[in-house]
């Protein structure tokens, strides 16, 4: 199954870890280090240049964490999941 996270963009849902609000996550010190470990390491990637909602944590194929940042909220993003369950 695929997931269509904004502008053209469609990961493998089979790739994804977790989809969290970039407002609440945030305020996590350890969330933030890793935000800006993988920033540092090229792995964050901007889905559109509008004010971020939320963001989606993907593996590559290397089995390495991708963070796509995206101006669609968790709840839109889980809703076009359909019935499936995720963080």
């Known amino acids: ?4 996270i904004g502008n053209e963009v ?4 089979s790739d994804l870890v977790g989809i969290f609000d970039i407002e609440k996550a945030s305020t ?3 969330t933030r280090e890793f935000i800006n470990y993988a920033s540092k390491m090229k792995r964050v990637r901007y889905v559109s ?9 993907c593996l590559d194929k290397d ?3 991708i963070i796509y940042v995206t101006n669609i ?4 993003l889980r809703k076009r999941m359909g019935s ?3 963080m």
């Open 1 to 4: 199954m695929y997931l269509h």
């Open 10 to 13: 469609i990961i493998n849902t």
């Open 28 to 30: 996590s010190k350890h």
């Open 49 to 57: 240049l509008e004010m971020p909602k939320s963001f989606v944590v």
């Open 63 to 65: 089995l390495t964490e």
């Open 73 to 76: 909220s968790c709840q839109t």
């Open 84 to 86: 499936r369950k995720i």
